[in-house]
């Protein structure tokens, strides 16, 4: 069986996690959101594609970024040196932003790159960035437009978000529309609709072939509240249908097919639905989910 996750931020990470403890490597391919990604202090950092390697790594650190065990030397020197520090950088993290940045440098596409990457921390299963071209979210504030991790962690995510712009105009790689014409299941990871799967649904190619399949979206919402980010109030600042599960499913409208929703969100789906415990605390629960959602 060949299933799809479009993914992003360290929510999406934990169910990929879950699939991959059920499929094998060339059963599963995570399609990771890049809207994120920025060059801070002279290095490329993609986030999203990192918390994917890293929890299918076993390296994640609890906080769903970054890497476990972590130390940050470099980091204390910088803010010493009165260099930018509100980004917090790990030592050991460091290292594939650095290999990232050389093999960017040296022309190598993002796809390759990160596939070197997992390859060298024995990840089998596929991790695919979008798009090989940069597409940056931008977050338009009343101060102003905020590139993405400006808005997110150097401001909080505190600013109110008056509209999520994605720039840049790369389509798909190879490698992300092959794996969507391959798909026999398509699932949407519980991310944040506007800030990790939008990204990923206007890059040109991906949206038409999603929709030629059988979609399974995961909630990010549990009982109307985010599990974790800026969700639920980015749902009233956005002037969504409502700011629960039911503005959700009508920000998607027919492209989902069955949405998965905890038990207390089940009214407001309408839609098909399967009602079940999405909040996913620990490894069982990730496995448990993955593979209920493999016999829908
Ligand atoms: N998120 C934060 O809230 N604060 C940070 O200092 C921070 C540092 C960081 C470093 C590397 C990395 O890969 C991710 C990092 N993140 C941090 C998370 C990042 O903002 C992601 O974009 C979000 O998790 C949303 O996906």
Not at 279 to 285: G, I, K, M
């Amino acid at each position: 069986v060949k299933v799809v996750v479009l993914t992003g931020g360290g929510g999406g990470a934990k169910l990929v996690a879950g699939f991959a403890a059920q499929l094998a490597g060339d059963e599963l391919t995570a399609i990771v959101n890049t809207g994120d990604d920025f060059t801070h202090l002279g290095v490329a950092i993609s986030p999203d594609l990192d918390s994917v390697m890293y929890i299918l790594a076993g390296v994640l650190d609890p906080r769903g970024w970054g890497r476990a065990n972590e130390t940050f030397h470099c980091l204390a020197s910088l803010r010493e040196l009165g260099a930018e520090s509100w980004f917090q950088l790990g030592d050991r993290d460091l290292a594939v932003h650095l290999l990232r940045t050389a093999a960017l440098a040296r022309g190598d596409r993002l796809t390759a790159i990160t596939r070197q990457l997992c390859a060298a921390f024995g990840v089998s299963h596929r991790v695919l960035p979008m798009s090989d071209a940069p597409r940056p979210t931008w977050v338009h504030t009343p101060e102003g437009r905020l590139p993405f991790q400006r808005w997110y962690v150097e401001h909080r995510a505190r600013p109110r978000v008056v509209a999520v712009e994605y720039e840049g105009d790369g389509g798909a790689s190879a490698e992300v529309l092959a794996a969507l014409d391959a798909a026999d299941l398509v699932v949407l990871a519980p991310s944040n609709p506007y800030l990790s799967l939008g990204p990923i649904l206007a890059v040109p190619g991906i949206r038409e072939r999603i929709a030629r399949h059988r979609v399974v979206a995961v909630s990010p919402l549990i009982a109307g509240e985010a599990v974790s980010g800026p969700l639920a109030r980015m749902l009233h600042e956005l002037g969504a249908a409502s700011p629960d599960v039911a503005g959700l499913v009508a920000h998607y409208g027919d492209l989902v097919r069955t949405w998965v929703v905890d038990e207390r969100d089940a009214r407001a789906v309408g839609v098909a639905h399967v009602a079940t415990d999405i909040l996913l605390v620990d490894a069982a629960a990730r496995n448990r989910l993955a593979a209920e959602i493999l016999r829908l």
